[in-house]
């Protein structure tokens, strides 16, 4: 997963990811934003899932649902619910597909896109 932060016009911190994650991106740039507290409690979530202390995650935020589980990362974009039922995103046979609305990869690189994303911000 090629990723590139960067600060846009107005300051505010942005991710650009590679084809089939750039909804990863926007959620970086949108709904996680510089907020260090939600940072910090999702890499402790992450955590707490490799080492089996909590089954799953799920964070709504404005535009994005993130789901974390054992084995994956992804994030949907919350318009996409609205028109689709979590099963119907679920089922291979769905013909929709838009990089920019939804994206999943494995947990831990998820969490280490968290950590490079924290140690942007801090620069």
């Given amino acids: 997963m090629d990723f590139r932060f960067y600060y846009n016009d107005r300051q505010l911190p942005c991710a650009r990811l ?5 909804a990863f991106g926007l ?15 999702l890499i ?9 202390r909590k089954p799953e995650y799920e964070w709504r935020g404005q535009d994005f649902l993130l789901r974390l589980n054992r084995d994956d990362a992804e994030v949907i974009a919350l ?9 119907d995103l679920e089922d291979e046979d769905l ?18 896109l968290l950590i490079e994303w924290r140690d942007f911000l801090e620069e």
């Fill in 27 to 41: 959620w970086l740039s949108d709904d996680l934003s510089d907020d260090g507290t939600r940072l910090a409690e």
């Fill in 79 to 87: 318009e996409l619910l609205q028109e689709h039922s979590l099963e």
């Fill in 95 to 112: 013909d929709f597909y838009d990089a920019e609305s939804r994206a999943m990869c494995g947990l831990e690189d998820f969490r280490d």
């Fill in 18 to 22: 590679s084809m089939d994650h750039e």
């Fill in 44 to 52: 402790e979530a992450i955590d707490a899932i490799i080492e089996g």
